[in-house]
Structure formats: C-alpha cells, structure tokens
C-alpha cells in the first residue's frame, strides 16, 4: 500500500472514531437541536480535519537537533512551540520549514561566590550565569563544566520530574534556563505545549502544582499553553501509524512516565520516580564516584548488550535492571487494577523513548524481562524511538500543531 494510502487510511479511521462519539451525543436531541448539532458537527468535523492533517504532516518530518551553544541567542517562537521540562533537560522544538529545529539545554545549576574578577571571566568566555544573593548562578551545559571541574554534582531546578522545593531560586532559575532556548512569541498567544509527568504511584506527590507555576510563567511571556502527558507525547510522537493506539514510555532522568493511549485518548497515565538519576546516584554510591561523573561515562560508552568489564558497568547493569523490573511490575499492576482498559481486538506496541532508554541493549533487556509479565492487553512489539531524547518534545509540539 502506497504511503499516500497509509496517511488516509489513518485519517479516515480517526474521523470514523470522532463522528461516532458525536452520533451517541445526539441520540436524545429535538429536531431543532439535532439541525444546530450536525451544523456544529459539520464545522468540528472539518476542524477536526485540519488538525489530523497538521498532526500528520508534523509527525512526518526530519528532525534538525542541537545542543544550545555557548553565546548563541534564544530563539523568537514564529508559531506552535513544543516544550520538553524534563529533569535532566529541556528541549525546545519548532516547525522551521520542512523541518522541525530542536534546541537542547541541561536542566541544572551550580553556585560560585561573587567576585569582580570572576564576573569579567565568565563574561569573557560567554558562561550562562545571573547573579543572586552574593551567588552566580551557573546554568545549562557551562553548570556540568564546573561540577566536573570541581569533581562535585550540579544541582538541580528539577527533582524525580517535578519542580524541588528545596532549592530557594529553583523557579527563578529554571525560568533563566527556559530563557536560554525561546524568546517571548512574535505573535502574543501563541500555543506552546509542555510536557508534565504522570501521578507518581509511590508517593503522595502534586503534579497539579508543578504544571500551575510553570503554566504562569509561559503565560508572563505572551504564550498559551497548553499541557500534555509526557507518555502522551511519546504516543503522539511514534505511533502515528498505529492510530495512536499503545503504551508510550520516556525513560527519563527523574521518572519514568508511562501513558496507554487508545485512538489518541490518554486512558491510563502514571509514573515511576525511579530513571537515570537513580541510576547514576545508586552507581556512585557503590563506587565512591560523583553521580555526574557516573552519568557522563554511562552516555559515552555504556552498552547493556555485553557483559560488563569493570565495577562501574557491573553496577550500572544491575541498576538498570532494577529500574527495568520496577517499571514493568509497575506496569501490571496498574493496568491489572484499573476497570478504565478499553477492549483492544489486536496487540499493542510499546515504544521506549528518553534518554535512559538510549543505552545499546536497553530495548532488548526490556522485552526480555516483559517475557514475564502478565498484561491484560497483548503486546505486538517493542521498539525504541526514532530519536528517544527527542520524542517527547516532537510529540509537545504535534499537540501544539493541532490546538493552534
């Protein structure tokens, strides 16, 4: 079958999925209100229409992805921004042409004391920095610099996924970080769409909190935005071929959220505060290393498909795995326990996305220890994201597409 054939197969089956939902709402109407109900029908149909379209056409694009250079301008929004807040890093995702441009900013801080001297050195070599309280603040890429330099760990504006109460200046802070990426929009209103994890299921923890403040500062800066599950993102993002139907999982740095979506609908969403930090605190301790030092050799060299060569892989293995199995345990027994599952005729795919995910030999350690589980939806495959510390800004941003 031809791709042009695919993409209106696609659209044809969630235009079906809609105009059924609208059907059953007319079911009791009048005959006035039913002529005013299919007027309205018809014009969110052909609304609707747009939106699967822009849907389609974003989710088919190249991804043009960087990290943000030291000295290099925020970019101004010219239309639909997606905004990934993950713990470990913010990225930033807009529609350039036939393109989608990601930035990419570490999410994280380190302090040094004041001084005139370091304040021209640190302009002098273009370092992110404010100044607070008789503190530069130090932030994005040039924060890891200085930690590695001083064999310490940066800090944190976010924490097991959501804002830490325990640093002072952590919304300032994570305000001047967001800075660094966009501007205010060229255009007052324009819809950005940012990622906000799932209810954590070990803790009593609030989400709503976190997604409020951020919410208020996207708004002083001239957007609307609009929020978005970040295992809804991933679905968004890489199972546009599927209907939007399967488990989307980010593997992230503070969490790992998990999201099954059925025709786009998020039916079951929660997280796990157990990801890459965990791992690289947990490692670090067991080696008497820093944990930035652990997260640096485990993005360079870690391969989770051969045995392990040193205590450092050993320990980085077993860690995994202990993340691995948690997440699927947690898996069961939260789908197992919901009555929300919709009846699902075929298999499902899971997708892994995420910058815990990316590790040579995740995706197979994880399909391997799914052997075990027993869902109550069947499993057609697991894959891994097409670009996993991207996936969730991509998926931001097609829901941006589609509510602009």
């Given at each position: ?327 699927i345990h947690s898996i069961q027994r939260v789908i197992s326990a919901s009555d929300r599952v919709p009846k699902i005729s075929e298999p499902i795919p899971i997708v892994l996305s995420g910058g815990t995910a990316m590790p040579k030999g995740c995706r197979q350690k994880f399909e391997y220890a799914l052997k075990d589980a027993r869902l109550p939806v069947q499993i057609s495959s697991v894959r891994s994201a097409r670009d996993p510390l991207n996936t969730t800004a991509k998926g931001a941003l097609i829901m941006a597409v589609t509510e602009a």
């Amino acid at each position: 079958m031809s791709e042009s054939n695919d993409r209106e197969n696609e659209i044809a089956r969630l235009k079906q999925r809609i105009a059924e939902i609208e059907s059953q709402e007319q079911n009791d109407s009048s005959d006035t209100e039913k002529f005013e109900t299919e007027s309205s029908v018809a014009s969110t149909g052909q609304s609707t229409d747009k939106q699967i379209n822009a849907a389609l056409d974003t989710s088919q694009k190249a991804i043009i992805s960087k990290e943000k250079e030291v000295g290099e301008d925020a970019e101004i929004a010219r239309g639909p921004v997606g905004l990934d807040i993950g713990t470990s890093n913010i990225v930033m995702a807009q529609n350039k042409g036939s393109k989608i441009n990601m930035v990419k900013q570490l999410n994280a801080f380190f302090t040094i004391p004041q001084s005139k001297f370091t304040k021209k050195i640190l302009t002098q070599n273009d370092v992110m920095f404010f100044e607070h309280g008789g503190q530069y603040y130090i932030i994005g890429y040039s924060a890891e610099d200085f930690a590695n330099l001083f064999n310490t760990n940066t800090r944190r504006t976010v924490v097991k996924g959501l804002l830490s109460s325990r640093e002072n200046e952590g919304i300032k802070i994570i305000q001047a970080i967001i800075s660094t990426l966009i501007h205010k929009p060229k255009k007052f209103g324009e819809t950005l769409c940012f990622s906000v994890p799932g209810e954590p299921i070990e803790e009593t923890t609030y989400v709503a909190g976190h997604e409020m403040i951020l919410k208020m500062y996207l708004e002083s800066l001239g957007f609307t935005p609009i929020s978005i599950n970040e295992g809804l993102a991933v679905v968004m993002s890489e199972l546009v071929e599927d209907n939007f139907t399967g488990i989307g999982i980010s593997m992230g740095g503070g969490m790992c959220n998990v999201c099954l979506s059925y025709l786009s609908v998020p039916v079951i969403t929660f997280s796990i505060q157990k990801g890459g930090d965990y791992i690289d605190a947990m490692v670090g301790r067991d080696t008497g290393m820093s944990a930035t030092k652990v997260k640096g050799m485990k993005e360079e060299s870690l391969d989770l498909s051969v045995l392990p060569k040193n205590k450092v892989e050993t320990a980085l293995h077993m860690y995994y795995m202990d993340v691995i199995l948690t997440l699927i345990h947690s898996i069961q027994r939260v789908i197992s326990a919901s009555d929300r599952v919709p009846k699902i005729s075929e298999p499902i795919p899971i997708v892994l996305s995420g910058g815990t995910a990316m590790p040579k030999g995740c995706r197979q350690k994880f399909e391997y220890a799914l052997k075990d589980a027993r869902l109550p939806v069947q499993i057609s495959s697991v894959r891994s994201a097409r670009d996993p510390l991207n996936t969730t800004a991509k998926g931001a941003l097609i829901m941006a597409v589609t509510e602009a």
